[in-house]
């Protein structure tokens, strides 16, 4: 192994290799903070780039430098504009945007960063070490199980359902799952419930939805609410603490510990992936979090970021084992590189670690040196890219404005998505003032399709739903995940009548 | 009656028309026979929208308002309501006008007049910054990344 690592750093490590790296980085990080663009669209942009370059190590040297920066870049959206480009990102916002608006930005990012860099650092070392051991476990998944992953990752909306608001989060999250049915699906054929609208055809797309469910309510809210946007001002104005300090240092640790490995292990399966680790990331770590931790989750808590920042890196290095030893892309991203290897003259499979050694470890080298190289870049960016929230009012509620315009228009290139994504953000900004999470909805329509389509799928080859008692693997994911929505809504009910109770005894101590 | 329980109410007709259209979903002649219908799921999905919104709308009244003050309802007429529905009249009028008048005089008039809605009346900063911005995600998009946007009107180019 130790040779192979070998052969793959004296490939990788050249002077044309790391400009090329660094270059990568850069592109990546800067097109990825577009909301609309995210990895896979720019790796895909990028590929004629880097085929012209010709030399296939430098080719996936550069790709892999604009892939880390492509997906730092989106969570740098999530966090400061709560803009989330890409699905895996959506997760970082939840606690990296309230962040921000305590005028933690540059904290934010930095943690984002760190998390992100250690959780690709132990993916890659898993990958060293287990590539070709997990391919195997892999393949045992079949639909049944991935049904089961999705309630799983589902899960992660009991962290939006606070006191007496498990309904409103579970009505939300049916929302969400409601909406991803509109348009054609994979298993079936003819679209459904598009109401006559040939622009529905495809569906709602994630982007549009993700833009006027969290970007568009606090763009309104800040013109609503002068108060809200004075807020914003003063934080963004003076930007604090960019230094992880170490008491924080230990508290995230053993977050990054654990979500790297998880995350890994999620991001192997083929199609579960940087979204389902994130959400289960995010969910998984809440409920390990005790007492003021725990409340402190959604509201700004550095461990709900760094949760889904790891996990979702650790994801994408463990997206790479099938990639690399089937031959199978479990992402659209893998499937996109999948394609510039194969320009490349380079075909992915069992056969590459032992045909082509050298191409299969400056692969791993070179997605591990992106990872470096987008740290040493970006840490001392970070305070002039947080700077973006010092931009007076304005100015900066029209360009977040125009950015999910322009977020929703690339994507489609379709002028009625506009009108959908101006109608979708009045209707969230209302849901958003009578007080109901608006985070499910985004869940369970990521989350929707890929849970009917396993779903389908499974019912139709086991002729029924008997599958989800007499597949062990499946019945353990279905009671983990149903345990994960219902525990958290119960402990806090029970600790609120335990308080309830408490302060009964000590009135009637008082009255006696 | 509070906003939340009107929201419910929305949700509760819109699960029940979603309930009806799943369930009258014309099925072609092979899908009858398939165990997984593609209306099964939406049809779930409408039954337990219901009962979610039948939850909220019969559920006592919350105990009491925790850590939700920077969404304050009361303070509703302070608010900014005509700025907002200007800035959303903006978006519509930018969607409806991309494509007829272009790329780049429908993003320096969006930027421009999405600030002058918010009261800003330096126009020697606000024009150039909204033009510079335009021709730069135009060049940014086009030139570099090969997306098409037509720049011009339709007339033009």
């Known amino acids: 192994m130790f040779e192979g690592l070998m052969l793959g750093l004296s490939t990788a490590l050249s002077i044309q290799n790391i400009i090329m790296v660094v270059a990568g980085c850069l592109i990546g990080t800067f097109i990825g903070m577009l909301p609309g663009l995210g990895p896979m669209s720019i790796i895909a942009i990028m590929i004629p780039v880097a085929i012209s370059i010709g030399d296939p190590a430098a080719a996936l040297i550069m790709l892999a430098g604009v892939y880390y920066g492509a997906i730092f870049g989106g969570s740098t959206s999530s966090i400061l504009i709560n803009a989330p480009g890409v699905a895996g990102t959506v997760a970082t916002s939840f606690d990296g945007y309230p962040m921000a608006r305590k005028g933690l930005a540059g904290k934010a990012l930095a943690i984002a960063a760190v998390s992100s860099f250690f959780g690709g650092t132990v993916g890659v070392v898993l990958l060293f070490g287990f590539a070709p051991a997990l391919a195997t476990v892999a393949l045992l998944f079949h639909s049944a199980e991935y049904f089961a992953l999705m309630v799983v990752g589902l899960s ?87 230094m992880i300090t170490k008491d924080e240092a230990k508290k995230i640790a053993p977050v990054i510990g654990r979500q790297s490995i998880q995350g890994f292990l999620i991001g192997v399966m083929p199609g579960a992936g940087a979204t389902i680790a994130s959400f289960l990331g995010y969910a998984v770590e809440r409920n390990i979090a005790k007492g003021e931790d725990q409340d402190e989750f959604g509201k700004g808590s550095i461990k ?209 | 009656m509070a906003l939340d329980r009107w929201v419910a109410i929305i949700f509760l007709a819109i699960s029940l028309v979603y309930g009806f259209a799943a369930y009258n979903y014309p099925l072609l002649p092979f899908e009858r026979n398939m165990s997984f219908l593609p209306n099964t799921m939406p049809m779930s999905l409408s039954i337990l929208g219901v009962i979610a919104a039948l939850v909220i709308l019969f559920s006592p009244k919350k105990v009491a308002d925790e850590g939700l003050g920077d969404l304050d309802l009361a303070r509703v007429r302070e608010f900014n309501i005509l700025p907002t529905l200007g800035l959303v009249g903006a978006m519509v009028l930018y969607a409806l006008l991309l494509r007829p008048i272009g790329f780049l005089t429908a993003t320096a008039l969006f930027i421009a007049g999405s600030s002058i809605i918010l009261g800003e009346r330096k126009f020697h900063v606000l024009i150039p910054i909204a033009v510079a911005t335009a021709v730069s995600i135009w060049y940014l998009v086009q030139e570099t990344l090969g997306i098409f946007l037509r720049p011009w009107p339709g007339f033009l180019s």
Not at chain 1, 169 to 188: D, P, Q, R, W, Y
Not at chain 1, 432 to 449: E, M, S, T, V
Not at chain 1, 460 to 486: Q, Y
């Open chain 1, 304 to 512: 709900g970021l760094a949760a889904p920042e790891t996990a979702n890196n650790a994801a994408c290095t463990g997206s790479f084992v099938p990639l690399l030893t089937l031959g199978i892309p479990g992402s659209g991203t893998t499937a996109i590189l999948l394609g510039a290897l194969i320009a490349l003259n380079v075909a992915p499979g069992p056969r590459l670690m032992i045909d082509r050694p050298e191409i299969f470890w400056a692969v791993i080298v070179s997605m591990y040196i992106g990872n470096v190289v987008l740290l040493i870049l970006n840490l001392p960016l970070i305070p002039y890219i947080a700077k973006v929230l010092a931009v007076p009012r304005n100015y900066l509620i029209p360009f977040i404005l125009f950015f999910t315009l322009m977020g929703s228009y690339i994507g489609q290139n379709n002028a009625t998505e506009l009108l959908i994504l101006a109608g979708l953000g009045v209707v969230a900004t209302i849901i958003r003032f009578a007080d109901y999470p608006l985070a499910p909805l985004l869940i369970g329509f990521i989350l929707g399709g890929m849970l009917e389509d396993n779903f389908a799928r499974a019912v139709n080859i086991t002729d029924g739903v008997s599958f989800m008692w007499e597949r062990p693997g499946t019945l353990i994911l279905l009671i983990v995940g149903v345990g994960l929505i219902f525990l958290p809504a119960w402990r806090r009910r029970r600790a609120y009548a335990r308080e309830r109770a408490l302060a009964r005894q000590k009135g009637v101590a008082e009255g006696d």
């Open chain 1, 156 to 242: 992660a909306i009991a962290a939006f359902a606070g006191t007496g608001k498990v309904a409103k989060a579970l009505l939300m999250t049916i929302a969400g799952l409601m909406m991803a049915t509109v348009g054609e699906s994979a298993l079936f054929n003819a679209p459904r419930f598009t109401m006559g609208v040939q622009d529905l055809q495809s569906g709602f797309s994630f982007v549009t939805l993700a833009m006027a469910i969290f970007a568009l309510p606090e763009a309104f809210h800040m013109v609503l609410d002068p108060k809200r946007s004075k807020i914003g001002d003063v934080a963004g104005g003076e930007i604090k603490g960019l």
